[in-house]
């Protein structure tokens, strides 16, 4: 479990921005892994709770050698495109007289607010002044825009791994090896992770007890 690489330019730039509930998506067929929370923006990807629990789920499934993989991106995890069009319709009655992205940047860090703009091709129209169409594009970017993962790594920077040793080849009880008698088990070296917010130090500091005091008799 580790940042997500993500090849567009435009988050890189980005580098130290956070945002506290955003949603990152990957689907494709009946494979569909959504998470929410706290998104951090790196010199070379996504970091934070929410892109390292998708590296995670990602890494699950065949997908991590696959090279490319598309992801939807929406900074607010609670507003779909249309809750932006009504966000935007009022922000339009409201503060008609004021640029657009002046009004974005009072929800989004400024650089933020100027990528949204950008990709959106807008952003120094008054507000009264936006046509429809503009609008919708907006909404559109803020509901979910594209990114692409080329993986996640590195390795200095995981928070969490899955070890070698097989769960089945684990007694539960004691956490016992089930091929070599008096060899017992703990934490990361297991093949199990759990998602951000201290399941995996929870893990270890249980499973190191429960080894500990097994192998002690
Ligand atoms: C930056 C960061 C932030 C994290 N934040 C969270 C969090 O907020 N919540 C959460 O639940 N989890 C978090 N984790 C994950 C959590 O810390 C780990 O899952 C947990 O510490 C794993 O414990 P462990 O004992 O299995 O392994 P480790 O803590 O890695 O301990 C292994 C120990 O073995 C030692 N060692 C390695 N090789 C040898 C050797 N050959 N001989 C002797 N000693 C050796 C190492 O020096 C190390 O001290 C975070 C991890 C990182 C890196």
């Known amino acids: 479990m580790a940042p997500l690489l993500i090849r567009e330019r435009w988050v890189r730039e980005l580098t130290g921005i956070s945002l506290s509930d955003s949603e990152l998506t990957f689907s494709r067929g009946r494979l569909r892994f959504r998470n929410r929370g706290e ?7 996504l970091s934070g709770p929410c892109a390292i629990d998708l590296a ?9 050698n696959e090279g490319e993989t598309e992801l939807i991106f929406r900074p607010d995890a609670a507003k779909d495109a249309s809750a932006w069009r009504s966000v935007i319709d009022g922000w339009r ?7 657009l992205r ?3 940047g009072w929800t989004f860090p400024r650089a933020l607010a100027d ?3 950008l990709l959106a091709d807008c952003g120094d129209e008054k507000l009264c002044e936006l046509p429809s169409a503009v609008r919708d594009r907006l909404a559109s970017v803020l509901g979910g825009v594209s990114l692409t993962a080329y993986g996640s790594g590195p390795i200095e920077r995981a928070m969490a791994m899955k070890g070698g040793i097989r769960l089945k080849e684990i007694d539960p009880a004691t956490l016992e090896s089930r091929l070599v008698h008096g060899l017992y088990f703990a934490g990361e070296i297991m093949d199990l992770t759990g998602p951000c917010g201290g399941y995996n130090i929870q893990w270890a500091l249980s499973s190191g007890r429960l080894a500990g005091s097994s192998a002690a008799g």
């Open 93 to 99: 009655v409201k503060e008609g007289r004021r640029q």
């Open 115 to 117: 990528a949204f703009c």
């Open 102 to 104: 002046t009004v974005l």
């Open 56 to 64: 995670g789920d990602l890494a699950e499934t065949c997908v991590r």
């Open 39 to 45: 998104l951090l923006f790196t010199h070379d990807g």
